[in-house]
């Protein structure tokens, strides 16, 4: 991938599961993202990247439908999504994990885990599979989500979006503002939870985000300037400095 | 309980432990005041105005907390309600038990169907500018105001008789009460109970306390909020109705009603915390008993019920002075 108009595909001639195609979307009268293209394949972690300000979690927010995009396509798993609302594209399967790791902080974590069901029996039948990534959830099942400690409320944030049959998690920044060694156990999480579910991650910290993912797309300035496999990218020093800012 | 008070934090305790000394004060001071019979029939009416206050602050608390709309029209809510169920009450020809049902049936849901059309025929395509929903509320007020005064007259309406079933009086320490106030005081207790049990443990209430926290984190999970809107908006529109239609036979219908009950309600959402429906119940005790005691504290010592208006907001002034987020409102973070 040489230009931000076409990102390429990676799935081995499979459609993607995600294709967003140069979508344009306005904040007010400001024009954040302009020409944004990004291919998630099914069963892989992406990442995007970026410097502060890019467009990524606006990328995100417009795929959700939190802040539509004015112009360009967003297709998943085959279908055009960009002119549903929000509740209608979580519904097709997209579960997300904002920046802001929002949680309903005078609701219990149950309560928090519960209203993301969206059939009865969601969270009784993906249990082992939440608890078994995140079991201090279990522990504090009855504790309002405001006690808990940013790396809690980041593991509740990610166990809500799992409640659901989610085939994309989109998870914003889940490693800003904890501890290492926190770090180290929520991108375990994630390593793990991909094997369940698509992921799109926007992460800031390279580090991290080299070890995570498969495929990685780089936003500037609000469009898609570079795409493709993380190996490849990792071996380029020159383009991660061009980029990234990192050495 | 314990359990309850165990997980508070410390604001929240020491706004439990401002709320209960103060009502001791305002039993304390009119037992001194007043002696003990005028003391209980004031508590007894203070009690009951502070679940007509419930009624209509409950709603505009709930509404401001999940969709962000001040919503000036609570008022004329309780007006429209007053006024259809005098209508009805008078003119339906049955026992005036059955007439009486008929009325609180006819002012909730004509009140309700009013709700609905204005949060999905105007509210709705405001949601993202709210000065032009203040705008909006408080314009529609006005207009639901005049629409009454075409309709019904200026002249106020007398007070009619309670239903059979509630009336007379009853005794308690010696002191007569008047049935159709403790009807009041226990429609109001029931209602509070009702709402706190929805809000608490059923799903549409876990998502309406989810909205007030985020709306857009709730669409985020796949729940159509916008339904979740009109039935809260109805819901505090029928909760405002019932206030007017009860207020019926205790002090007739009377045009300024709807501003009488907007303000009272306003100072409660304020006292109690923008959006906390645990702060809009307490604070209705509070602000309910306040005026009452005020009210008869100064028709004693100035012979004019000087005391009864400003008390209330002296009462928010201080606990804004206190607490600007109000007693069980959120800090901003």
Sequence with gaps: MTGPAAAPNHGAGAPPLLDVEQIHTFIGEFHILQGVSVQVPRGSITVLLGR?????????RSIMGL???RAGQIRFAGQSIHRLRPHQIAQRGIGYVPEKRII???????QNLQIAERQKGDLARKADLIFGLFPDLHRLYDLPGGHLSGGQQQMLAIARALVPDNALLLIDEPSEGLAPVLIEQMMDAIRRLSAHTTVLLVEQNFQVASRLAEHYVIIEEG?????????DLVSDKQLIKTYLGVA | MPGYFARLTPRYRRSWALVAAYLAFLVLISLIDFGGNT???????GLMLSMLIFLVASGLSLIFGLLDVLNFAQGAFVLVGAYIGYATYQSVELSSTYSFLAAVGAAV???GLLGAVIETGLIRPLYARPVFQIVLTFGLGAILLDLVQRIYGPQPKQPLAPPELFRGTFYLFGQSLSIYRLFIIGLGLVIMVAVGLLLNRTRLGIIIRAGVQDAEMVQALGINVRRVFTFVFVLGAVLAGLAG???VPYQGATLDLGNQFLILAIVVVVIGGMGSYEGTAVAS???GLTRAVAEQMSLKHFDAPVLAETSILILMIVVLLVQPSGLFGREES
């Design chain 1, 223 to 231: 469009a898609t300037v570079r795409a493709g496999r993380m190996a």
């Design chain 2, 39 to 45: 003391a209980g029939q004031t508590l007894f009416r």
């Design chain 1, 52 to 60: 502060n300000g890019a467009g990524k979690t606006t990328t995100l």
């Design chain 2, 109 to 111: 849901v004509s009140v």
């Design chain 2, 245 to 247: 239609i009860v207020l």
């Design chain 1, 67 to 69: 802040n539509p995009p």
């Design chain 2, 285 to 287: 005790f509070i602000v």
């Design chain 1, 104 to 110: 309903f902080r005078d609701l219990t974590v149950g």
